[in-house]
């Protein structure tokens, strides 16, 4: 057994959690290959919040069944929120796979691998720092959510908040950096409640500050927000350290108070313009991104039009639309119709994504001409990429090898998604 494929669909938090399982295996000698079937280890990692994710995992798990019929002593484990406290009805359903986790318990497969190489799993692995990172990289902070939002899985699948340790991340950022990263976006289903559950009761800003005087980190992310834990103390921390970027993922869900208050989304239309208001006073080129969802349970057409008139108003820098499908388990499908026809939830979607692109093609158009800051990720069909500290997709051409540095480029074109530019001749921020 030396070989492992981890498949991972979902949210940020997904992705982290494959990146930890991964770094565990690879302490205990597996490595990792591009192909399931030549895999020792195969690991799904699940995504539920919406339908078309879970129609993805099931259609994948469909796949490995040959797969372990074919070599037996194959593991096959299913992890993340499709598992939830009881795996009864998985097993039935899926009866070749071998293991079902819970995100972030890794026990259960490492201590299956353990047993196959006759090791101890515990005394073999160590911190799960992910040990190949990218030029950026995911730290989770705060796991799990207090909050019952009423179309939400999260918290039945993730468990209740539990904030990690100010020192515990510091250390982790650390390690990063030694290993060549230079972002990193700070994890949590509503990270900015960070710290409330811990003894000295540390917030989102007194970690930004500690990690802001790490060397050799350049730029600091964070999210998913909530409004209801965006205090003015995080929001002056973003605006005055110099390596934390002004980007802010805010979810509204809907712009009508009443969809809110049937959402269980704790503020009003009122008090969440109020809250961006703040923020872009205190940072005026600050990039806001945000959450909708159409065709909630009893969603009218007036309702679906005050979140239309919300985008007008607010003017966000992104906007990620999803139309409402029923969760199983949560209040929403206890307790609501889910009425509104499958083609109008098509169809508002598509009102919404097309006034966004709009609006977009607005936004990114007034930076042409001006010059970016830009952390090259990686190459793309000959061209470098990175993103600005708003989070904006930058192409440059340049023979040089960029990788991982910050450079300036000056934005020559804009589309709704994307900018290209130049590299300027002075490798330094001009103006932003």
């Known amino acids: 057994m030396n070989s492992y494929y981890l498949w991972t669909i979902g949210c940020q938090m997904n992705t982290a959690d494959s990146e930890r399982l991964a770094a565990a295996l690879e302490q205990m000698g597996i490595e990792p290959v591009e192909k399931a079937a030549d ?35 194959r593991i096959v484990a299913l992890m993340g929120c499709m598992v939830g406290p009881k795996s009864d009805e998985l097993a039935r359903r899926f009866p070749f796979v071998d293991v079902f986790m819970r995100p972030q318990q890794f026990g259960p497969l490492l201590e299956m691998v353990g047993d196959r190489l006759g090791v101890d799993w515990e005394g073999c692995v160590g911190p799960l720092t992910p040990s190949r990172p ?55 289903q509503t990270v900015d409640a960070y710290g409330y559950d811990l003894p000295d009761q540390p917030n989102l800003a007194d970690l930004f500050t500690r990690l802001n005087d790490i060397d050799g980190i350049e730029r600091i992310r964070f999210l998913t927000s909530h409004p209801k834990f965006m205090t003015q103390e995080i929001i002056q921390a973003v605006a005055d350290l110099p390596k934390v970027c002004e980007h802010i993922n805010l979810p509204v869900q809907a712009g009508d108070d009443g969809i809110l208050d049937e959402m269980r989304r704790q503020y009003s239309r009122a008090e969440y313009v109020d809250l961006v208001g703040r923020i872009r006073e205190a940072m005026p ?38 139309a409402y499908s029923t969760r199983p388990g949560t209040i929403a499908s206890r307790t609501m119709e889910d009425a509104v026809p499958e083609d109008e939830k098509t169809s508002r979607r598509r009102r919404v994504d097309s006034l966004q692109e709009e609006i977009q093609t607005e936004i990114n158009a007034r930076l042409v001409g001006r ?22 997709l930058v192409f440059f051409e340049d023979e040089a090898y960029h990788q991982g540095e910050l450079v300036t480029v000056k934005i020559e074109r804009s589309s709704p998604w994307s900018l290209q530019g130049t590299l300027a001749v002075e490798a330094k921020f001009l103006t932003r």
Request: overall charge neutral; hydrophobic content about 40%; charged content about 25%.
């Open 39 to 73: 895999a020792d280890v195969i690991v799904l990692n699940s995504c539920v919040v919406r339908q078309g994710a879970e129609d993805k995992v099931v259609s994948n798990l469909a796949w490995m069944a040959p797969l372990k019929k074919s070599q037996p002593e």
């Open 285 to 322: 080129e600050v990039a806001l991104n945000t959450d909708i969802i159409v065709g909630f349970p009893g969603e009218t057409e007036t309702q679906f039009q005050q979140t239309l008139d919300l985008l007008s108003e607010l003017r966000f820098d992104k906007v990620h639309c999803a």
């Open 371 to 392: 010059y970016e800051e830009v952390l090259v990720e990686g190459r793309r069909k000959g061209k470098w990429q990175g993103r600005t500290r708003s989070h904006k």
């Open 134 to 188: 990218d030029v950026t990289c995911h730290v989770p902070i705060i796991h799990g959510c207090d909050l019952m939002c009423t179309f939400c899985i999260i918290p039945y699948r993730r468990g209740r908040q539990v904030s990690r340790p100010v020192a515990e991340v510091a250390l982790e950022v650390e390690t990063l950096v030694s290993r060549g990263v230079k972002e990193v976006t700070l994890l949590g």
